[in-house]
């Protein structure tokens, strides 16, 4: 994704991931699951996806958005972080 976004600024076009069209290989290679899993989650109402025919696509912001909304920030890294210095020091 880190790639997708470089693209699009290099690009210069704010829209250009809103424009980005890809297919199931591709997103499963981009997110690290098996293109079933994408299947799974197309078929859960997950992911929202274009059909024209056989041929799917899905929207790389859409990719971007379903990751965000699964993104868990660390909560007291800096606390958590010292008490794995003490314990391990310890």
Known sequence: MKDLVKMSK????KD???N???DTKEVA???GVTTRTIQNYRDQGMLPFSQIGRV????AQDIQD???EYYVQPTN???VHYETRIHASG
């Not at 290099?10 to 076009?13: K, L």
């Not at 799917?56 to 929207?59: L, V």
């Open 10 to 13: 290099q690009e210069g076009q």
């Open 16 to 18: 250009q991931l809103f």
């Open 29 to 31: 290679k981009l997110i």
């Open 77 to 79: 890294w800096k606390e």
């Open 20 to 22: 980005l069209w890809l």
């Open 66 to 68: 379903f990751l965000m």
């Open 56 to 59: 799917i696509r899905y929207r």
